[in-house]
């Protein structure tokens, strides 16, 4: 009976531990919660585990690339955006007018990338923001900006083309509508053929729920 005993420990341990990864680390709770809504949505096992800094979400194993593909393709996890009192803290040193012009400047790409990055389909975005200059001549070159924008094959993005040029334009002033560049292109897929799910996750809520019967069973039958 020993061996019984230690078999069904083996496989027991097997079952809650084997097959299951770690997909993201420190999480939000938010946002944790509804990546794991989308995985739920489409049908892959996941959940998640509260850590000392933030949320784990746990997958099984032969689901993991789904689940990293599904979440990138619907812009998770969220990318983090610089603010002001990160770029200019209060107590910073005083920085040169060219160094502040700099700052500037970047918090305005920031800015909007982040209304960009609000989109349905936007997947990642860059905004670069190119300076007004004079050269020794007094000949002056306009500020430009150009975008590049990642997004869902699943929208059709081209459709926003005009409205984001128009946002675009609205949040710099002075910058000439044909001064803006967009540049748009849809992610591929990577997905993999649809595996029979495991039930790992339903096998321990099983043995959780039942884990009073399981101890008794393992003092009557040492």
């Given at each position: 009976?020993?061996?019984?005993?230690?078999?069904?420990?083996?496989?027991?341990?097997?079952?809650?531990t084997a097959c299951?990864?770690?997909?993201?680390?420190?999480?939000?709770?938010?946002?944790?919660?509804?990546?794991?809504?989308?995985?739920?949505?489409?049908?892959?096992?996941?959940?998640?585990?509260?850590?000392?800094?933030?949320?784990?979400?746990?997958?099984?194993?032969?689901?993991?690339?789904?689940?990293?593909?599904?979440?990138?393709?619907?812009?998770?996890?969220?990318?983090?955006?610089?603010?002001?009192?990160?770029?200019?803290?209060?107590?910073?040193?005083?920085?040169?007018?060219?160094?502040?012009?700099?700052?500037?400047?970047?918090?305005?790409?920031?800015?909007?990338?982040?209304?960009?990055?609000?989109?349905?389909?936007?997947?990642?975005?860059?905004?670069?923001?190119?300076?007004p200059t004079y050269?020794?001549?007094?000949?002056?070159?306009?500020?430009?900006?150009?975008?590049?924008?990642?997004?869902?094959?699943?929208?059709?993005?081209?459709?926003?083309?005009?409205?984001?040029?128009?946002?675009?334009?609205?949040?710099?002033?002075?910058?000439?509508?044909?001064?803006?560049?967009?540049?748009?292109?849809?992610?591929?897929?990577?997905?993999?053929?649809?595996?029979?799910?495991?039930?790992?996750?339903?096998?321990?809520?099983?043995?959780?729920t039942n884990k009073?019967?399981?101890?008794?069973?393992?003092?009557?039958?040492?």
């Open positions: 009976m020993k061996v019984h005993r230690i078999l069904f420990l083996t496989a027991l341990a097997f079952l809650l299951d990864v770690d997909l993201y680390r420190s999480l939000p709770e938010d946002e944790a919660n509804q990546m794991l809504a989308l995985l739920l949505q489409h049908h892959i096992n996941a959940e998640k585990k509260q850590e000392e800094d933030g949320i784990t979400l746990r997958v099984e194993q032969s689901q993991f690339i789904n689940a990293v593909e599904l979440l990138r393709l619907n812009g998770y996890p969220h990318r983090q955006f610089t603010t002001v009192d990160k770029m200019f803290p209060a107590n910073q040193l005083v920085v040169s007018p060219q160094e502040e012009q700099q700052k500037i400047n970047f918090l305005k790409e920031q800015r909007i990338e982040g209304m960009l990055s609000q989109m349905e389909g936007v997947i990642n975005t860059k905004v670069t923001i190119a300076l050269d020794e001549g007094s000949n002056y070159s306009p500020s430009s900006v150009a975008v590049f924008i990642k997004y869902s094959p699943q929208v059709n993005m081209e459709a926003f083309r005009v409205k984001i040029k128009d946002l675009i334009e609205k949040s710099i002033p002075g910058l000439q509508y044909d001064k803006i560049s967009i540049l748009m292109q849809p992610a591929e897929f990577r997905m993999v053929p649809d595996v029979p799910a495991r039930q790992t996750f339903w096998i321990r809520d099983v043995i959780n009073g019967k399981v101890m008794k069973w393992l003092i009557k039958y040492p």
